[in-house]
Protein backbone atom coordinates (compact mmCIF):
# COMPACT_ATOMS: atom_id res chain seq x y z
CA UNK A 1 0.00 0.00 0.00
CA UNK A 2 1.00 3.25 -1.00
CA UNK A 3 2.59 6.13 1.79
CA UNK A 4 0.41 9.09 0.96
CA UNK A 5 0.95 12.79 2.39
CA UNK A 6 -1.63 13.31 5.44
CA UNK A 7 -2.52 16.58 3.38
CA UNK A 8 -3.38 15.45 -0.21
CA UNK A 9 -4.54 11.77 0.35
CA UNK A 10 -4.64 9.98 -3.15
CA UNK A 11 -8.16 9.07 -4.61
CA UNK A 12 -8.91 7.00 -7.41
CA UNK A 13 -10.80 9.49 -9.62
CA UNK A 14 -14.50 7.84 -9.41
CA UNK A 15 -14.17 8.42 -5.54
CA UNK A 16 -15.33 11.81 -5.34
CA UNK A 17 -17.37 11.68 -8.61
CA UNK A 18 -19.73 8.74 -6.49
CA UNK A 19 -19.35 10.49 -3.35
CA UNK A 20 -21.16 13.79 -5.35
CA UNK A 21 -23.56 11.76 -6.93
CA UNK A 22 -24.72 10.30 -3.64
CA UNK A 23 -25.01 13.07 -2.21
CA UNK A 24 -26.80 14.89 -5.74
CA UNK A 25 -29.20 11.83 -5.42
CA UNK A 26 -30.05 11.87 -1.74
CA UNK A 27 -30.33 16.15 -1.69
CA UNK A 28 -32.99 15.51 -5.25
CA UNK A 29 -34.69 12.44 -3.04
CA UNK A 30 -35.42 15.06 -0.47
CA UNK A 31 -36.84 17.58 -2.52
CA UNK A 32 -38.68 15.03 -4.16
CA UNK A 33 -40.89 14.51 -1.01
CA UNK A 34 -40.60 17.71 0.11
CA UNK A 35 -41.16 20.24 -3.14
CA UNK A 36 -44.85 19.60 -5.06
CA UNK A 37 -44.35 19.12 -8.32
CA UNK A 38 -41.26 16.93 -8.79
CA UNK A 39 -41.74 13.39 -8.62
CA UNK A 40 -39.66 10.37 -9.79
CA UNK A 41 -41.76 6.75 -10.96
CA UNK A 42 -38.81 4.26 -9.60
CA UNK A 43 -35.35 4.42 -8.19
CA UNK A 44 -33.66 3.89 -11.41
CA UNK A 45 -35.41 6.97 -12.33
CA UNK A 46 -34.05 9.07 -9.62
CA UNK A 47 -30.39 7.47 -9.79
CA UNK A 48 -30.58 8.60 -14.24
CA UNK A 49 -32.18 12.11 -13.10
CA UNK A 50 -29.47 12.48 -10.20
CA UNK A 51 -26.82 11.20 -12.44
CA UNK A 52 -27.55 13.89 -15.35
CA UNK A 53 -28.13 16.96 -13.12
CA UNK A 54 -24.87 16.42 -11.82
CA UNK A 55 -23.17 15.70 -15.46
CA UNK A 56 -25.18 19.20 -16.60
CA UNK A 57 -23.41 20.91 -13.55
CA UNK A 58 -20.27 19.59 -14.38
CA UNK A 59 -20.36 20.64 -18.20
CA UNK A 60 -23.07 23.11 -18.27
CA UNK A 61 -23.58 25.03 -15.68
CA UNK A 62 -20.46 26.72 -16.18
CA UNK A 63 -21.36 27.74 -19.60
CA UNK A 64 -24.71 28.93 -18.15
CA UNK A 65 -23.02 31.14 -15.70
CA UNK A 66 -20.55 32.64 -17.85
CA UNK A 67 -23.19 33.54 -20.70
CA UNK A 68 -25.45 35.21 -17.97
CA UNK A 69 -22.55 36.87 -15.87
CA UNK A 70 -24.21 40.50 -16.21
CA UNK A 71 -27.35 39.18 -14.82
CA UNK A 72 -25.33 37.06 -11.76
CA UNK A 73 -23.81 40.66 -11.34
CA UNK A 74 -27.26 42.59 -11.00
CA UNK A 75 -28.49 40.14 -9.13
CA UNK A 76 -25.22 39.68 -6.76
CA UNK A 77 -25.61 36.32 -7.41
CA UNK A 78 -28.83 35.16 -7.20
CA UNK A 79 -29.51 34.31 -10.68
CA UNK A 80 -27.69 31.14 -10.33
CA UNK A 81 -31.11 29.72 -8.26
CA UNK A 82 -32.62 30.35 -11.92
CA UNK A 83 -29.98 28.35 -12.96
CA UNK A 84 -30.38 25.90 -11.17
CA UNK A 85 -33.91 25.48 -11.86
CA UNK A 86 -33.38 25.96 -15.63
CA UNK A 87 -31.19 22.51 -15.02
CA UNK A 88 -33.45 20.82 -13.08
CA UNK A 89 -36.14 21.53 -15.55
CA UNK A 90 -34.16 20.29 -18.03
CA UNK A 91 -33.46 16.78 -16.32
CA UNK A 92 -37.26 16.44 -15.76
CA UNK A 93 -37.88 16.69 -19.33
CA UNK A 94 -34.97 14.70 -20.81
CA UNK A 95 -35.18 11.35 -18.26
CA UNK A 96 -38.54 9.23 -18.43
CA UNK A 97 -39.94 8.45 -15.70
CA UNK A 98 -38.99 11.90 -13.31
CA UNK A 99 -40.85 14.67 -13.38
CA UNK A 100 -40.63 18.67 -12.68
CA UNK A 101 -44.02 19.85 -13.22
CA UNK A 102 -43.44 23.65 -13.84
CA UNK A 103 -40.37 26.60 -13.40
CA UNK A 104 -42.07 26.81 -9.55
CA UNK A 105 -41.31 23.52 -8.64
CA UNK A 106 -37.87 23.45 -10.22
CA UNK A 107 -37.51 27.06 -8.37
CA UNK A 108 -38.02 25.49 -4.99
CA UNK A 109 -36.54 22.44 -5.87
CA UNK A 110 -33.18 23.47 -7.02
CA UNK A 111 -33.36 25.63 -4.22
CA UNK A 112 -33.85 22.65 -1.73
CA UNK A 113 -30.92 20.61 -3.44
CA UNK A 114 -28.30 23.19 -3.02
CA UNK A 115 -29.20 23.46 0.41
CA UNK A 116 -28.74 19.66 0.96
CA UNK A 117 -26.09 19.31 -0.58
CA UNK A 118 -24.34 21.78 0.89
CA UNK A 119 -25.33 20.80 4.70
CA UNK A 120 -24.77 17.41 3.67
CA UNK A 121 -20.91 17.91 2.30
CA UNK A 122 -20.97 19.92 5.28
CA UNK A 123 -21.56 17.85 7.79
CA UNK A 124 -19.46 14.50 6.03
CA UNK A 125 -16.50 17.06 5.78
CA UNK A 126 -16.45 17.16 2.03
CA UNK A 127 -16.65 20.96 1.99
CA UNK A 128 -12.94 21.03 0.52
CA UNK A 129 -14.78 24.32 -1.58
CA UNK A 130 -15.75 25.55 1.68
CA UNK A 131 -13.05 26.29 4.18
CA UNK A 132 -13.01 29.36 5.73
CA UNK A 133 -9.83 29.86 7.78
CA UNK A 134 -9.02 32.63 9.92
CA UNK A 135 -5.66 34.24 11.83
CA UNK A 136 -5.13 36.92 13.80
CA UNK A 137 -2.32 39.43 14.16
CA UNK A 138 -1.08 41.38 16.72
CA UNK A 139 -0.88 45.24 16.19
CA UNK A 140 2.47 46.38 17.36
CA UNK A 141 2.47 49.02 19.29
CA UNK A 142 4.39 52.13 18.31
CA UNK A 143 7.48 50.97 20.75
CA UNK A 144 7.87 47.79 19.39
CA UNK A 145 9.84 46.92 17.04
CA UNK A 146 8.90 43.59 16.28
CA UNK A 147 7.55 43.48 12.56
CA UNK A 148 5.72 40.64 10.89
CA UNK A 149 6.58 40.21 7.01
CA UNK A 150 3.66 41.47 4.92
CA UNK A 151 1.08 38.93 3.96
CA UNK A 152 0.54 37.36 7.49
CA UNK A 153 -2.31 39.22 8.10
CA UNK A 154 -6.08 37.68 8.27
CA UNK A 155 -6.86 35.32 5.87
CA UNK A 156 -10.54 33.78 4.13
CA UNK A 157 -9.88 31.25 2.27
CA UNK A 158 -13.45 30.24 0.54
Known sequence: MPVHSHNAPARPGWVPFLRRWVVTTLAVLVAANVIPGIDYQSPGALFVASLLLGVLNAFLKPLLLVLSLPLLLLSLGVFVLFVNAFLLYLVGQLVGGFEVAGFAS????????????????????????????????????EDDDHRRPPGNGPLIDV
Open 106 to 141: AFFGGLVISLVSVAVNLLTGNSAGWRVQGRIQRRPD
